[in-house]
């Protein structure tokens, strides 16, 4: 059964869509999506007695502006994993430009030197396609296929985009032998019909004689009009979150002479599925290869703490991360521990091997990392990554061993996507916070002295500690050091630094990176004749409030609850006296969303100043958007008010 042929018929492209200068649902748009339409339908394979799924797919992208010229290209990712059986296809077809060229339309096909296969890693390949001829006006249009043996979950059909779509449609056709659970994700409204129907199909066994089976299938439509784009926000954990759209996760199988299979429909009975893979049940047990090391490892070491942190850094300094994700091992733990590389799930199972065998209890906690997604239903395939909980004195302590600058309980920011799944022993399991409680902290301390020719004199420490720190010790290895101390004094009002130093960037990674340095600058103060201006904060004052928007679509997410704190001493030089300096002032949202605290005072020829900025949630609903741009904006104009300094 065609594509084309259910869905309502739409116009072919005409002279009138070609000369579209502008899209009527957004004026503004690059581009815009004239219809997006898909069908998945299940053929029965003679030889194999089994089912196998094709998903079509078909685009027609009209482009308004050169910005949007990326919209005639188009990139598909496909399994194709280490088995030939497993491995999908994917298939472009029908693929063309249109311009509008003196007034007649000029039709230009995709060769085969516009489509390319690559590989992305060991299990996924990605098909791309480049249109030809594109040009501002031009319309787009092509079709391709999935041909999969994946009957368990469907690929999602994207009903939004980052451009407007006038119309989508996702067309299903599925046999009464498996039944699905539809998704429908997102804040688009969508109408779905569905009927119980009779299908037909032919085919040839392996003798090569004509079959044919009929059977009882369920046909389902899902449409939208009129889609406006995606909003793309800043402080946006992953936009595809937010994205309307359609999935399908397999619930039962009930095929005819076999025993019904259900699929879990929990939480604890996907962790259990898990469990039992061999790739995952089998590898976490495996002990025998690291009894060995272990022991020579923890031969100093008599708390179960200091063992923690003993075989923690071991696998840190001794396995290389292959930047694969995954919850299943690739080539058994004892070929990664050989080797020292391995994915995700290699290098925690072998954490986890060597804790439990050190008479630590530890477990696998299962995970989405935020390019992943949220894992909102029961799904195996909602989890991507794991890693791993250690319980010591009644506490848990949570592991991740694939970077060298992270440390017990802190995280890859990638990881911090809402909960996990703990799995215990036999697939028993619970599920656990990811999103940190305690608040990472930025501590700023200056000392600064004014000179009465304008010039200010300083010394600044800086401290950071937790997810802070992490970030810091993660960006500081990715550039060259003089070039981050250029950074530094530009982003500081271009002061002048002398003497910088630093500790525990690389040694003890559990303490605070601490930055110490001299400074010297003439930028930080305005002389109106016998009048200084000055910051109270100097600077380290927020620029600017970093909520622009008039509205907002989607949560504010910010990636881990932060303290930043600055403590300022400034010397009023020989001769001049305070005229005039901002108040002291508090600032708060309700639920404890936000703190802020401002304190400025003046003791003999020194005025103290503080500031503490509280974010005490990461996650916060839209509904408080204006509550949070208003208190940024006040937040800026109180950090950004003027010490005034009047001569004697």
Same mark, same amino acid.
């Given at each position: 059964?065609?594509?084309?042929?259910?869905?309502?018929?739409?116009?072919?492209?005409?002279?009138?869509?070609?000369?579209?200068?502008?899209?009527?649902?957004?004026?503004?748009?690059?581009?815009?999506?004239?219809?997006?339409?898909?069908?998945?339908?299940?053929?029965?394979?003679?030889?194999?007695?089994?089912?196998?799924?094709?998903?079509?797919?078909?685009?027609?992208?009209?482009?308004?502006?050169?910005?949007?010229?990326?919209?005639?290209?188009?990139?598909?990712?496909?399994?194709?994993?280490?088995?030939?059986?497993?491995?999908?296809?994917?298939?472009?077809?029908?693929?063309?430009?249109?311009?509008?060229?003196?007034?007649?339309?000029?039709?230009?096909?995709?060769?085969?030197?516009?489509?390319?296969?690559?590989?992305?890693?060991?299990?996924?390949?990605?098909?791309?396609?480049?249109?030809?001829?594109?040009?501002?006006?031009?319309?787009?249009?092509?079709?391709?296929?999935?041909?999969?043996?994946?009957?368990?979950?469907? @690929?999602?059909?994207?009903?939004?985009?980052?451009?407007?779509?006038?119309?989508?449609?996702?067309?299903?056709?599925?046999?009464?032998?498996?039944?699905?659970?539809?998704?429908?994700?997102?804040?688009?409204?969508?109408?779905?019909?569905?009927?119980?129907?009779?299908?037909?199909?032919?085919?040839?066994?392996?003798?090569?004689?004509?079959?044919?089976?009929?059977?009882?299938?369920? &046909?389902?439509?899902?449409?939208?009009?009129?889609?406006?784009?995606?909003?793309?926000?800043?402080?946006?954990?992953?936009?595809?979150?937010? %994205?309307?759209?359609?999935?399908?996760?397999?619930?039962?199988?009930?095929?005819?002479?076999?025993?019904?299979?259900?699929?879990?429909?929990?939480?604890?009975?996907?962790?259990?599925?898990?469990?039992?893979?061999?790739?995952?049940?089998?590898?976490?047990?495996?002990?025998?290869?690291?009894?060995?090391?272990?022991?020579?490892?923890?031969?100093?070491?008599?708390?179960?703490?200091?063992?923690?942190?003993?075989?923690?850094?071991?696998?840190?300094?001794?396995?290389?991360?292959?930047?694969?994700?995954?919850?299943?091992?690739?080539?058994?733990?004892?070929?990664?521990?050989?080797?020292?590389?391995?994915?995700?799930?290699?290098?925690?199972?072998?954490?986890?091997?060597?804790?439990?065998?050190?008479?630590?209890?530890?477990?696998?906690?299962?995970?989405?990392?935020?390019?992943?997604?949220?894992?909102?239903? @029961?799904?195996?395939?909602?989890?991507?990554? &794991?890693?791993?909980?250690?319980?010591?004195?009644?506490?848990?302590?949570?592991?991740?061993?694939?970077?060298?600058?992270?440390?017990?309980?802190?995280? @890859?920011?990638?990881?911090?996507?809402?909960?996990?799944?703990?799995?215990?022993?036999?697939?028993?399991?619970?599920?656990?916070?990811?999103?940190?409680?305690?608040?990472?902290?930025?501590?700023?301390?200056?000392?600064?002295?004014?000179?009465?020719?304008?010039?200010?004199?300083?010394?600044?420490?800086?401290?950071?500690?937790?997810?802070?720190?992490?970030?810091?010790?993660?960006?500081?290895?990715?550039?060259?050091?003089?070039?981050?101390?250029?950074?530094?004094?530009?982003?500081?009002?271009?002061?002048?630094?002398?003497?910088?130093?630093?500790?525990?960037?690389?040694?003890?990674?559990?303490?605070?990176?601490?930055?110490?340095?001299?400074?010297?600058?003439?930028?930080?103060?305005?002389?109106?004749?016998?009048?200084?201006?000055?910051?109270?904060?100097?600077?380290?004052?927020?620029?600017?409030?970093?909520?622009?928007?008039?509205?907002?679509?989607?949560?504010?997410?910010?990636?881990? @609850?932060?303290?930043?704190?600055?403590?300022?001493?400034?010397?009023?030089?020989?001769?001049?006296? &305070?005229?005039?300096?901002?108040?002291? %002032?508090?600032?708060?949202?309700?639920?404890?969303?936000?703190?802020?605290?401002?304190?400025?005072?003046?003791?003999?020829?020194?005025?103290?100043?503080?500031?503490?900025?509280?974010?005490?949630?990461?996650?916060?609903?839209?509904?408080?958007?204006?509550?949070?741009?208003?208190?940024?904006?006040?937040?800026?104009?109180?950090?950004?008010?003027?010490?005034?300094?009047?001569?004697?």
């Amino acid at each position: 059964m065609h594509l084309q042929a259910q869905t309502p018929d739409l116009e072919a492209v005409n002279i009138a869509m070609l000369s579209e200068k502008k899209c009527t649902i957004d004026t503004n748009a690059v581009a815009s999506i004239l219809f997006c339409k898909a069908l998945t339908n299940f053929k029965f394979k003679e030889n194999d007695s089994r089912f196998v799924v094709e998903h079509q797919y078909h685009y027609r992208i009209k482009i308004y502006k050169k910005e949007g010229f990326n919209w005639a290209n188009f990139k598909k990712d496909y399994y194709i994993g280490s088995n030939l059986s497993e491995a999908e296809s994917v298939h472009f077809f029908d693929a063309y430009t249109y311009n509008l060229e003196n007034g007649k339309i000029v039709k230009t096909k995709l060769s085969n030197e516009g489509k390319f296969k690559q590989s992305k890693n060991t299990n996924w390949g990605e098909a791309i396609i480049t249109m030809p001829n594109v040009k501002e006006g031009s319309i787009v249009e092509f079709k391709y296929v999935l041909k999969s043996q994946n009957l368990l979950t469907f @690929p999602e059909f994207e009903i939004q985009h980052e451009i407007p779509v006038y119309y989508a449609a996702y067309h299903t056709e599925i046999p009464e032998y498996y039944i699905y659970k539809p998704i429908l994700k997102g804040k688009i409204e969508v109408k779905v019909t569905s009927n119980l129907e009779t299908a037909n199909q032919s085919g040839q066994n392996q003798y090569g004689n004509t079959t044919h089976i009929s059977f009882k299938h369920i &046909v389902s439509n899902y449409e939208a009009w009129q889609v406006p784009a995606i909003v793309d926000e800043p402080f946006v954990d992953n936009l595809d979150n937010y %994205k309307s759209g359609i999935k399908h996760e397999i619930e039962r199988v009930r095929l005819p002479g076999q025993e019904i299979k259900d699929y879990s429909k929990t939480w604890e009975g996907v962790a259990k599925t898990i469990y039992e893979d061999k790739d995952f049940g089998k590898e976490i047990k495996e002990r025998k290869y690291i009894e060995k090391n272990l022991k020579e490892i923890i031969k100093l070491d008599t708390s179960q703490i200091q063992k923690m942190h003993t075989i923690y850094k071991f696998i840190q300094k001794r396995m290389n991360w292959n930047h694969h994700y995954g919850i299943f091992s690739e080539k058994g733990v004892k070929k990664a521990f050989d080797e020292q590389t391995g994915n995700v799930a290699e290098i925690h199972f072998i954490l986890n091997a060597m804790l439990n065998h050190a008479g630590i209890q530890s477990y696998p906690v299962l995970l989405s990392t935020k390019s992943h997604g949220v894992p909102v239903f @029961p799904s195996r395939t909602v989890f991507n990554y &794991v890693i791993i909980a250690a319980e010591i004195d009644g506490n848990r302590i949570l592991l991740d061993a694939t970077n060298p600058n992270n440390c017990p309980n802190i995280l @890859p920011i990638e990881t911090l996507n809402w909960t996990g799944r703990l799995v215990k022993n036999d697939g028993i399991s619970e599920e656990i916070q990811l999103i940190p409680e305690k608040l990472s902290k930025l501590q700023t301390f200056v000392i600064a002295k004014i000179e009465n020719s304008g010039k200010v004199l300083g010394q600044t420490k800086i401290i950071r500690t937790d997810y802070q720190a992490l970030q810091f010790r993660t960006s500081k290895k990715e550039v060259q050091p003089q070039l981050y101390l250029e950074e530094l004094e530009k982003e500081f009002h271009d002061i002048q630094i002398n003497n910088y130093k630093e500790e525990n960037l690389k040694d003890d990674l559990s303490k605070p990176v601490i930055e110490k340095f001299q400074f010297e600058t003439q930028n930080l103060i305005e002389m109106i004749g016998n009048k200084i201006y000055i910051n109270p904060l100097i600077f380290v004052a927020l620029q600017g409030n970093p909520l622009k928007a008039e509205t907002r679509k989607n949560p504010i997410c910010f990636e881990y @609850p932060l303290e930043k704190k600055a403590a300022i001493s400034i010397e009023i030089p020989y001769g001049y006296q &305070v005229e005039s300096m901002p108040i002291t %002032k508090n600032l708060a949202i309700e639920g404890n969303l936000a703190h802020y605290q401002f304190q400025i005072q003046k003791a003999d020829n020194i005025i103290q100043v503080s500031s503490n900025l509280q974010m005490n949630q990461c996650v916060i609903s839209e509904i408080y958007y204006n509550d949070l741009k208003t208190f940024f904006q006040q937040v800026n104009e109180l950090e950004n008010q003027k010490i005034v300094l009047k001569k004697i």
